[in-house]
Nanobody, 124 residues
Framework: QVQLVEFGGGLVQAGGSHRLSCAAS????????MGWFRQAPGKEREFVSA???????AYADSVKGRFTISRDNAKNTVYLQMNSLKPEDTAVYYC??????????????????WGQGTQVTVSS
């Protein structure tokens, strides 16, 4: 079992920056693929970013060049640095943990554990 808790949601002005954190507990964290997803009102959950055990990363086209995913295995934490935020980035952001020693995963159904989500609202 892996338990995930997101931190850092809030209200941000368009053009600003914000960082989300996801703290993991339970099984060994360092080998798990980790991902960030988001869900806006009335929309389906969508992939944002992912990072593997060997620090390979992937980004949705909509956030590429603006968001950066990273992980600190010593702290069992994965981060999502969000820059140049836009109103359309407004959503509930979820952290997810996938299988250990796996390649990059962009599908929500490829992740086994989920956090409760944290709201990010970008005002124009």
């Amino acid at each position: 079992q892996v338990q995930l808790v997101e931190f850092g949601g809030g209200l941000v002005q368009a053009g600003g920056s914000h960082r989300l954190s996801c703290a993991a507990s339970g099984r060994t964290f360092s080998s798990n693929a980790m991902g960030w997803f988001r869900q806006a009102p009335g929309k389906e959950r969508e992939f944002v970013s992912a990072i593997t055990w060997d620090y390979s990363t992937a980004y949705a086209d909509s956030v590429k060049g603006r968001f950066t995913i990273s992980r600190d295995n010593a702290k069992n934490t994965v981060y999502l640095q969000m820059n140049s935020l836009k109103p359309e980035d407004t959503a509930v952001y979820y952290c997810a943990a996938g299988p250990p020693w796996s390649r990059l995963r962009v599908g929500a159904d490829q992740y086994d554990y989920w956090g409760q989500g944290t709201q990010v609202t970008v005002s124009s």
